[in-house]
């Protein structure tokens, strides 16, 4: 496991943006898979997106493929994600995660941030 910290959540307009980025301290996070998460109460977590450092390969759940991109940067041992063209339906708690070859399912992810709070107003 490695540990990681989220960061860039907030509150903001529809139709707005923000950044979040999960850093890790350990040098293996390179090794791994990142995935971002998301959590509304009473909710499953959710897929959103993940980030694959070997070959800088993105994948986007369908409900923000061309308003979301994620990306990584290896000097900084950081990954982002970059959300656009927001809307109240993605009011939740991301989470960021690492595994070495996890699936979809949130379960099945090893590695997990504390989480940070997104609030879209309409």
């Known amino acids: 496991q490695v540990q990681l910290v989220e960061s860039g959540g907030g509150s903001v307009q529809a139709g707005g943006s923000l950044t979040l980025s999960c850093t890790a301290s350990?040098?293996?996070?390179?090794?791994?898979?990142v995935g971002w998460f998301r959590q509304t109460p009473g909710q499953e977590r959710e897929f959103v997106a993940l980030?694959?450092?070997?070959?800088?390969?993105?994948y986007y759940a369908e409900s923000v493929s061309g308003r979301f991109t994620i990306s990584g940067d290896g000097a900084r041992n950081t990954v982002y994600l970059q959300m656009s063209s927001l809307q109240a339906e993605d009011t939740a708690v991301y989470f960021c995660?690492?595994?070495?070859?996890?699936?979809?399912?949130?379960?099945?992810?090893?590695?997990w941030g504390q989480g940070t709070q997104v609030t879209v107003s309409s």
């Open positions: 350990a040098r293996s996070f390179r090794n791994l898979v």
């Open positions: 995660a690492a595994d070495p070859g996890p699936t979809l399912r949130a379960e099945t992810w090893d590695s």
């Open positions: 980030f694959r450092w070997m070959d800088s390969t993105p």
